[in-house]
């Protein structure tokens, strides 16, 4: 579909005017034909159209930044990009992260998010006092997309990734103009960033490992397309070029919730030494360049591992927590 036929679709789908068949014969066969970049522009488009805001200042919102990924990568891994958010707020960045339950993994952003104890009932107009008291909030995907409730059954009976999971990252509520998403194929790698190009972000790297993960991987090289100025150029990340030892994925595991709340607080305490705080500091890195506040990835991961040693990471993920229920 062109962009101006697929926003037409997706108007229909988004306004409950398909039938339950229809639609899940729409996202099975944007699925097998591989979404291009008009679908996913277009689809985004109308979502964004279709979801409660969170309302901030120009000079506010223009300093968040969001950290996903797509899910569908069937890694089975802890919350990375979660941990990830929670030690760039120790580090003084405006974290605006966009997440929901669990879909396609044991555990999603808000699954683990409770299990550390956040309150992800806040009011919407809760938000932006939780981000300015603490440099984080997360926005439910569930109470910022109404028209899902008619959509998530019909997603839900499907054993497969939809267009829905690039949608997430691509619709952030609080319209965040810098971001890094890690997406399940590296033929999605330029299709997002263009996407985002188009829906006029201002900084943002699309990420994905040779070994298959949303993520930079601690196990292989990872492919990324960096959306910088209205430009988009590509390149590879070795975790080995920065000191780093390759790691096995297995290592990288995480299990429920609970289980994936423990592993975050063990790297952000400092307890935890291996690979799964190895891959936390990478990917802050690259966060840390996208936000502007590193100058390359030594300088991201010197920042990453001084806020978990100095305890600002943990300190900052119990501020966090103690604001929520404040609010």
Known sequence: MNFNDATVTF??????????????????????????????AAAAKVMRKHSLKVELPRDIREKLIDNCGTGGDKSGSFNISTTTSLLLASLDCMV???????????????????????????????????LMESGFMFMFAINHHPAMKYIMP????????????????????????????????????????????????????????RDGLDEVSISDITYFSRLEGGHIKDGEINPEKYGFK????????????????????????????????????????VALMVDGKARDMYDGIGMAIEGIDSK????????????????
Do not use: W
């Open 96 to 130: 605006a992260k966009h997440g929901n339950r669990s879909i396609t993994s044991n555990s999603g952003s808000a699954d683990m998010l409770e299990a550390l104890g956040v309150n992800l009932n806040l009011e919407l107009d809760k938000l932006p006092t939780m």
């Open 11 to 40: 108007e229909k789908l988004f306004n409950n005017k398909m039938s339950s068949y229809e639609a899940k014969g729409l996202l099975e066969k944007l699925y097998l034909n591989g979404e291009d970049i008009d679908e996913i």
């Open 154 to 209: 019909i997603r839900k009976s499907i054993n497969h990734r939809t267009i829905f999971n690039i949608l997430g990252p691509l619709t952030n509520p609080a319209n965040a103009q810098k971001q890094m998403i890690g997406v399940f194929s590296e033929n999605y790698l330029y299709k997002m960033a263009k996407t985002l190009s188009m829906l006029e972000s201002k900084s943002a790297i699309i990420v994905s490992s």
């Open 246 to 285: 390759l790691s096995p994925l297995e290592s990288i595991k995480g299990g429920d919730a609970i289980e994936n709340a423990k592993i975050t607080t063990s790297i952000l305490n400092g307890q935890e030494q291996g690979a799964k705080r190895d891959i936390v500091i990478l990917n802050t890195a």
């Open 312 to 327: 600002k990471a943990i300190n900052k993920l119990k501020e966090i927590v103690k604001i929520s229920h404040k609010l």
